[in-house]
């Protein structure tokens, strides 16, 4: 990719390519020689939560499903996902799924413990790799720690050269405030803090 940046300068035919890498990695990752190639010529994008108005497309669908309640149960799966695009997605593909039209607030709830939050959600792919991550990182005790105070509601604020908090970010569990610095990080969502409790901790 460097490579073909920098013949950029030589031959405009260059000019055509465009990459994108989609993934979980912080820039440092993609670096295999920090001292020869540094990885500055990129831009990253940061993905948000969908707001209400974003997921208005959803809001409708499922509105078909359960016109009574849909007001109820959609600010439910909200107050539970915070706006998480996969998980509002799956309660939402749940529900439209489930051939029930009496959805209301607690059965949103007992769709989250199924789906998320029991014996058998373990093997849920978003959270077994959020799990695996830090279980298997070298820097395991320093995303525990940090996790833990921004899990006890510690005023924690973004540092964007902490390799420890772009961790965090980048597999979700952690997010900051939106705003102009000094911004605030906190847990994703009811539902990440939740599985990721003081038990996890």
């Known amino acids: 990719i460097r490579a073909v940046y920098n013949s950029r300068a030589d031959d405009p035919e260059y000019e055509r390519l465009t990459f994108v890498l989609l993934g979980v990695a912080t820039p440092p990752d993609l670096i295999k020689d920090r001292n020869r190639t540094p ?73 989250v413990h199924k789906l998320f939050l029991s014996d058998k959600s373990k093997r849920e792919t978003n959270l077994q790799f959020m799990r695996e991550y830090v279980a298997s990182s070298q820097r395991r005790e320093q995303l525990v720690k940090l996790y833990d105070q921004v899990y006890q509601g510690k005023d924690v604020y973004e540092e964007e050269r902490s390799q420890t908090q772009n961790q965090l970010k980048l597999i979700g569990l952690l997010q900051v405030e939106d705003g102009s610095p000094p911004r605030k990080l906190f847990v994703r969502n009811e539902v990440y803090r939740t599985v990721f409790n003081r038990d996890w901790i």
């Open 39 to 111: 990885f500055n010529i990129g831009q990253h994008i940061d993905l948000r939560e969908f707001t209400q108005y974003d997921s208005d497309v959803l809001f409708k669908e499922l509105g078909k499903y359960i016109p009574e309640k849909i007001e109820e149960v959609f600010a439910q799966i909200f107050s539970w996902t915070n706006g998480h695009p996969f998980l509002t997605q799956r309660l939402c593909l749940e529900i439209a799924a489930s051939n029930k039209n009496d959805w209301d607030a607690e059965a949103v709830d007992k769709l």
